[in-house]
């Protein structure tokens, strides 16, 4: 079988045709990567427990980051996604602990599971009118988000993907919505509004126990299924 050949540049391991980066060797201990203008694919894992990496730059060329592309990289601050890439792929900046700024380029279609989970700095994100799809865990554990705004083009958030977001302070979800995931925000326990709009048909199990500051609550009538302790120990459960 014939192996791909590898240029080393600055420190980034290129396959030789220029269009795919392979790895950043964590051992190199690189702070500030700016990936060649024209690589199209980010390999999967390829730059994941890179310590020291604080800042990235990645051209618009890109159009694949692959699944855990940036896992572990605990110094990385902020990433700004090139417009080309359509997925945000499963575990893509899981424990970024320092992560505080994300860019989500219109276009996305999907954001993977545990794509944010541990990014506990993460101040803000926009996700884009183009998502159709939030996945499980996906921003779980990201302590310093204080406000959401799912979009309508989402159909279904799926479980755990807000869990455990403990500054999280208001949610609005809009209309297109279906589906609440299991456990899909508890534990956020500094939640005091959430906008749930007519058309969402299902609120999953657990979705918002332990949600101890949460103490109004409007349940459309669209709603035929409400699972099992989904307001649990949550204050506005006493109101319907």
Not at 211 to 236: H, I, M, N, Q, W
Request: proline share 4%.
């Amino acid at each position: 079988m014939k192996k791909d050949k590898v240029n080393k540049v600055e420190g980034v391991e290129y396959i030789e045709d220029g269009k795919t980066l392979l790895r950043v060797p964590d051992e190199d201990c690189l702070v500030d990567v700016k990936i060649m203008d024209g690589v199209e694919e980010l390999v999967p894992y390829s730059l994941s427990n890179c310590d020291c990496l604080t800042s990235v730059t990645i051209p618009d060329s890109v159009t694949r980051i692959g699944e855990g592309a940036f896992l572990g990289c605990d110094s990385l601050k902020a990433v700004t996604i090139p417009d080309g890439v359509t997925e945000v792929e499963d575990l893509t900046f899981i424990d970024c602990s320092a992560l505080e700024s994300v860019t989500i380029p219109d276009g996305v279609t999907r954001i993977g599971d545990s794509a944010f989970t541990g990014c506990h700095r993460l101040k803000s994100v926009t996700i884009p009118d183009s998502v159709s799809e939030i996945g499980e865990d996906a921003f779980r554990g990201c302590d310093s988000l204080e406000t959401v705004t799912i979009p309508g083009s989402v159909t279904s958030i799926g479980d755990g993907a807000f869990r455990s977001c403990r500054g999280l302070k208001s949610v609005t979800i809009q209309s297109g919505v279906t589906e609440i995931g299991y456990e899909s925000f508890r534990d956020c326990t500094r939640l005091t509004s959430v906008t749930i709009p007519d058309g969402v048909t299902e609120i999953g199990g657990g979705a918002f126990r332990n949600c101890a500051s949460l103490r109004t609550l409007d349940v459309p009538d669209s709603v035929e299924k409400v699972g099992d302790y989904a307001f649990f120990l949550c204050p506005a459960s006493d109101q319907w």
